[in-house]
């Protein structure tokens, strides 16, 4: 499972090191789709911790689902839920996630200058 992302022109790497440095509000398109219904993924990062060369990485997402309703609707909401994890404790959520952080973090750096959110 690999976050679909290309490296903003400008954005430094380290030469032929494939990692891409993205901005800190950047949301990734998933090429897996949601282990419930089959809808497409989006996560983007809100917490990261710096590894030994001063770059930061994610270690937590916020991941949606496209399917997702509306909060206002309280009984399609429920729906939702009920049917995206409740019956297995969100477990599928959770590997969904371990996943893409696992591969964010051998190939994705985060800028954080415009950021007050470091972690």
């Given amino acids: 499972m690999e976050p679909t992302t290309t490296q903003p022109q400008g954005s430094p790497a380290s030469a032929c090191s494939g990692v891409a440095v993205v ?3 950047k949301v990734f398109g998933i090429k897996s ?3 419930y219904c089959g809808g497409k993924i989006t996560a983007s990062a809100n917490a990261w911790e710096e590894d030994d060369e001063g770059r930061f990485y994610a270690t937590d997402l ?3 689902c496209c399917n997702e309703p509306d909060l206002d609707d309280e009984e399609a909401w429920n729906s939702w839920d009920i049917e995206h994890g409740r019956g297995d404790y969100n477990e599928a959520w959770h590997q969904l996630h371990e996943r893409i952080v696992r591969s964010m973090k051998a190939k994705v750096r985060f800028n954080l200058q415009n950021s007050d959110s470091t972690t």
């Fill in 33 to 35: 789709p949601c282990p």
């Fill in 23 to 25: 901005d800190s509000d």
């Fill in 62 to 64: 916020d991941i949606s």
